[in-house]
Nanobody
Framework: QLQASGGGLVQPGGSLTLSCVVP????????IGWFRQAPGKEREGIAC????????NYADSGEGRFTISRDNAKNTVYLQMDGLKPEDTAVYYC?????????????????WGQGTQVTVSS
């Protein structure tokens, strides 16, 4: 049961940090990824982080402005989002999957959390 939170309304150019609380056993065995889905669009990968050494894999949508990180002590994976744009408006999800670090895609996700809405608007 992954739990995503931290969404909200933010102005263009602003920043937001999303959190995904991951059950302890899941964080040790699975890579964790952040995804988003805008209305009428497919769910796309943003960034994934490995289960052991914290290696990361960024999709094109997450490269440059987004940073994924993890705090094992808190069983939490974060997504720091900077320079937000209106086109970043979407429901953001976190997911766990054994292969996510190598293939940061929806198909490689085994478990999903509920989404959190991010709206970028002035």
């Amino acid at each position: 049961q992954l739990q995503a939170s931290g969404g909200g309304l933010v102005q263009p150019g602003g920043s937001l940090t999303l959190s995904c609380v991951v059950p302890g056993f899941t964080l040790g065995y699975y890579a964790i990824g952040w995804f988003r889905q805008a209305p009428g669009k497919e769910r796309e990968g943003i960034a994934c982080i490995g289960s052991s050494n914290g290696s990361t894999n960024y999709a094109d949508s997450g490269e440059g402005r987004f940073t994924i990180s993890r705090d094992n002590a808190k069983n939490t994976v974060y997504l720091q989002m900077d320079g937000l744009k209106p086109e970043d408006t979407a429901v953001y999800y976190c997911a766990a999957g054994a292969l996510l670090l190598h293939q940061c895609t929806r198909a490689a996700s085994d478990y999903w959390g509920q989404g959190t809405q991010v709206t970028v608007s002035s």
